[in-house]
């Protein structure tokens, strides 16, 4: 299966804002975007790096922020484009609904996880269940009322305690519920717009595709 396998702090600088791809990482003096804010490569610390980009250019950027922030690549998430376009509803709502419930994402945000990278990890290792069933897919999209699971065997992993030790964001996502005493967690409703928890202008994808 494809994936990308390059170093994940260029792709913050080269968006010029943290992705938080490397969890704990990123907020630590570690963090490569705090040492070096400046697109990768030879010339990307020269004054004026950041010139004024074109309207494509606006757009492509907010297209690649986002496809990177999850972690698909450029042919998975144009077909998460055309699903999105497919429902009813809101086409740029749609396709962060799309990518905010998959499983790799959701076990990411319930804590269960330090990345999304990681978490895919997780699941592809077989840690995780849905609905007592094994789920090795990090592309599997979760519904209302799913149950997210780490299996008891699992449970002692040092990547799964310290994540869910340093994980601090929980506690304000209202659109799933995490008992951690039980290593479990609940799908409550598929999120809104407003509930997701992700800086862009998805307005701009859109625009991207359509053109």
Sequence with gaps: MARYTGSSCKLCRREGTKLFLKGSRCNSEKCAFEKRPFIPGE?????????????????????QKVRRTYGVLEKQFRKYFKMAAKKSGVTGENLLQILETRLDNIVYRMGFAPSRKSARQI???GHILVNDRKVDIPSFNVRAEDEILIKEKSRQMLLIQEAMEAS???????????????FKGEIISIPTREQI???????LIVEYYSK
Excluded at 43 to 63: I, P
Excluded at 197 to 203: A, G, I, M
Aim: aromatic share 8%; charged share 45%; no cysteine.
């Design 43 to 63: 010339h990307g610390n020269a004054r004026g790096f950041r010139k004024r980009m074109s309207d494509y250019g606006v757009h492509l950027r907010e297209k």
């Design 123 to 125: 699941i592809r290792h």
């Design 168 to 182: 601090t964001e929980v506690d304000s996502i209202d659109w799933f519920k995490v008992d951690k005493d039980k």
């Design 197 to 203: 928890q992700l800086d862009t202008d998805e307005r």
